[in-house]
Nanobody, 123 residues
Framework: QVQLVESGGGLAQAGGSLRLSCAASGRTFSNYAMGWFRQAPGKEREFVATIVRSGSIRRYLDSVKGRFTISRDNAENTMYLQMNSLKPEDTAVYYC????????????????WGQGTQVTVSP
């Protein structure tokens, strides 16, 4: 089992920044690729970004490329999502997740999920 806890959500103005963290415990963090997903009210959960076990390769949703950066610190068992140039359409609950597969954007491939953290971006 892997336990995941997100933090760092909150309220930001358009153009502002937030940094989300995902703290992992349980099984060895570095054994898992990690991802961020988000779900806005009335919408399906969507992929945001993923990072491989070593942190050397990342992939992003097109709409966040150049604005969001996913990273991880395996020594600290923590993953991050730096979100810059935020837009109102980024408003959602953000979830971190762990998978044994690499570079997958499908939520069905992720085995462990955090409880989510709310991000709200005002115009």
């Amino acid at each position: 089992q892997v336990q995941l806890v997100e933090s760092g959500g909150g309220l930001a103005q358009a153009g502002g920044s937030l940094r989300l963290s995902c703290a992992a415990s349980g099984r060895t963090f570095s054994n898992y690729a990690m991802g961020w997903f988000r779900q806005a009210p009335g919408k399906e959960r969507e992929f945001v970004a993923t990072i491989v076990r070593s942190g050397s390769i990342r992939r992003y949703l097109d709409s966040v490329k150049g604005r969001f950066t996913i990273s991880r610190d395996n020594a600290e068992n923590t993953m991050y999502l730096q979100m810059n140039s935020l837009k109102p359409e980024d408003t959602a609950v953000y979830y971190c997740a762990a998978t044994s597969l690499a570079l997958t954007s499908s939520s069905r491939d992720y085995d462990y999920w955090g409880q989510g953290t709310q991000v709200t971006v005002s115009p």
